[in-house]
């Protein structure tokens, strides 16, 4: 999102507390056919997207590491039935699931049977099988499950995204923000040990969408306007919005309000409102409503995103493209602490303590606080391309980089097949050295990283009567970057004594890999050729 036109809001105030030490994160998502939730997991920063890079979250120090699955796995651990998570008399192909949200060790998962009835045959009108579901990924076990509709009025249960808190105890539920607007005007927050809705908030001014939430606050925006606002249709111009803050434990009341115009945003950064329009920017204190200056007037396009305690600016080219052509990091409370240029269509990455820059000559990193060059190595490009840097996986160390380059490799997967693949070099971030290189399928994205074994997904496809199945899962020996065994949806996994096709997709439940069956029953997959002693 970029700004240009609107005077920066100061917003009125009504009293409200604020509790130190803040910290949350959400998770933003798209809802598919035989569900996307395998790239599941909190999202803890958004990324700034070009067309040819992703930027990566940056991961902690100490991550907790997926099950080690080095030989094909096989659905021989713990089982879910539809009835276990709450949703009865399931039609074959007619149940979707996806993680919302990890919360400790435990996920909250969605269900819905509402899918579009042209290909599926699905119908629900009573929408019996939306529900939300605490499972503990480890065992099976389902601790809670209720129904959707106690926390969203939203016709779509995939726009609903979670929010939890730092000690997994509570979680805020409700529509993601989105351009195209939703129905659903409720925003709820959650007790995760019951499952219990302990507080609502129904807007006044109709549909509205969280934008995030931390330990103390929950950002929530309304749109008038625009494209599809409210879920009822498009209507010309552009939408404008409007932000409010409501305390998390009091979420039924908004403590700041401000109009944001066209184009304008806000975003919480260390418990306070960064509001940012008209190429200027201001902090705001949700509790009081004052405000400062923050940062520097840039007169220009902005677009942003907090990364811990960075905050990331790109600014755009003052030209009619407008694309974006410098990064500048600040600090919270709005010091400079570095700035460098980059290409307009490829904007560097956060990975651990790395920023990388990348164009068609050379990878470089970046000291993450200070700028200053740690490495620089060329990008092995052979069409003039620039290398693309994938966004870190669940579990992967952040010494890691991961970078898939233009360089075409002919090496047959582990099945037997020989689709596209492209070079993937795993680099050391603290030198540049290559640890590893990796025949990736095209298009494939890391989905997890355990100690030795890294995780591709790859995109989900279409079946033989239109319907969306699952990608494959690809898991490669991060050692010697040699392919270990690959899972299609379809074609396996099941039961040694199952039909091979009866798994419609496959999802990372926290650490554990899982394959979603035609039937809606899901089953662990373990490796079961590892050695017990």
Sequence with gaps: MTDHDDPRPDGGARAGALRPGSRGGGLRDRWHRASSGRRAGTAAAAGVVAAVLV????????????????SSPVAEGWRIEPADLGVPDVQPGCLDLRVLARAGDDVLVVTTTQLGTSTTGCFDPAAR?????????????????????????????????????????????????????????????????????LDRRVSPEGSTAVLEADDDWVLVTTRAGGGGDRGTGFVDGPARTRVAAL??????????????????????????????????????????????AWGEAWRRGTSSVVDGDLVLVDLQA????????????????????????????????????????????????????????????????VDGSAPVVLASAPGQRDGDVLLRTSVSVGRPDASGGSGPRRELLVLDASTGAVRSRLAAPLESTAAAASRTVLYLTTPDRFGLVGESVGGAVVAFDLADGRELWRLTPGEGPGDRDAASDATRDLQFWGGTLVAVGDDGVVRQLVDDTRVVG
């Design 55 to 70: 930027v990566g979250a940056g991961l902690a120090s100490q991550p907790e590491y997926p099950d080690e699955l080095r």
């Design 129 to 197: 099988g939306d529900r939300i579901a605490l499972v503990d990924p480890r065992s099976g076990a389902v601790r809670w499950s209720t129904p959707t509709s106690d926390v969203s009025d939203a016709s779509a249960p995939g726009q609903l995204g979670a929010w939890v808190d730092a000690d997994a105890s509570t979680a805020v539920v409700g529509t993601t923000a989105s351009e195209l607007g939703s129905d659903n005007d409720l925003v709820a927050l959650l007790d995760l040990a019951t499952g219990l809705v």
């Design 247 to 292: 305390p998390r434990d009091e979420i039924g009341r908004s403590t700041w309000e401000a109009d944001l115009g066209t184009v304008g945003r806000a975003q919480l950064v260390d418990g306070q409102v960064l509001v940012t329009n008209a190429g200027a920017a201001s902090l705001v204190d949700p509790a009081t409503g004052s405000s400062r």
């Design 318 to 381: 003052d030209d009619d493209e407008q694309f974006p052509v410098e990064r500048i990091a600040y600090a919270a409370g709005g010091r400079e602490l570095w700035r460098q240029g980059f290409e307009p269509d490829r904007p560097p990455a956060v990975v651990g303590s790395c920023m990388v820059f990348s164009d068609e000559e050379a990878v470089t990193c970046v000291e993450r606080d200070t700028g200053v060059e740690r490495w620089s190595v060329p990008s092995g490009s």
